[in-house]
């Protein structure tokens, strides 16, 4: 029997995992090649400035199994954050275990118990009907919106 998965906050020793995960949840889901050192920087951006976001990493046995990552908008309609959650990535090894129902369980939990957060949020792929399908499991709904992008030359 596999143990139940612990979800614990990300920190400086996770950054290469984190790396590689993002950049195979982007080959994976949308075929992008992303640059690995940019995204390190990237991540490590938000774990030495917490204002921008938020990791967690979710182990089985001791072993790491899988990640989302929050990032926050305001909202002047409710006066409150929406917590959206990016970066999901469970490891193959680990898929269609509970691994992100346990990340979901414990990001909710902690915006239900902090009354600064209005919702959570999240955007996927049209295409992508088994995330879909998670994330309906677990009580989420098609918000209605489409999403649009400007990109910026960097």
Known sequence: MNPAPRVRPAGAGDVARLRDWACAMALET????????????????????????AYFVAERGGEAAGTLMLT???????NGDWWWIQSVYVAPGHRR????????????????????????????????ANA????????????GYRMYEAATPR
Not at 30 to 53: F, N
Request: with cysteine; proline share 3%; net charge negative.
């Open 72 to 78: 926050y908008e305001w909202s002047d309609w409710r």
């Open 132 to 143: 879909q399908r998670t994330y309906e499991s677990l009580g989420m709904v098609d918000a």
């Open 30 to 53: 949308e075929h992008k090649v992303l640059d690995p050192d940019t995204v390190e920087r990237g991540i490590r951006a938000v774990l030495e400035q917490p204002r921008r976001g």
């Open 97 to 128: 275990q509970g691994v992100y129902a346990a990340l979901y369980a414990h990001v909710l939990a902690s915006a239900q118990a902090d009354s600064a957060v209005c919702g959570l949020r999240l955007y996927v792929e049209r295409d992508n």
